[in-house]
């Protein structure tokens, strides 16, 4: 199985239409993805168990637009904002370390 790279988008409708268009390729990744043992589940818990423990505070500076688009997202998912910023930023780094 190829690993699927997600790119940015500008806005939903355009994240939107890149899913539907690539749907079908998708379905196919996710049985092989779920024979190997490669699915994680992310809940609320799964979150906070990551972005708790030792913390420090920082002050980051980023554009507007970007938060907004932050804050969107977790309220679709029933999070606090920052907390699903620290898991983004979580992920982020254990993938290109």
Do not use: C
């Amino acid at each position: 199985m190829a690993v699927r790279q997600v790119p940015r988008f500008r806005n939903e409708r355009e994240e939107a239409e890149w899913w539907d268009k690539n749907r079908a390729k998708l379905d196919l990744d996710f049985p092989e993805a779920a024979k190997k043992g490669q699915l994680q589940r992310l809940d609320r818990e799964r979150i906070r168990a990551r972005v708790t423990g030792a913390t420090k505070v920082i002050s980051l500076r980023l554009p507007e637009t970007d938060l907004a688009l932050a804050r969107e997202q977790a309220a679709r998912k029933g999070l606090p904002y920052q907390t699903y910023l620290k898991s983004l930023l979580h992920e982020a780094l254990r993938r290109t370390g």
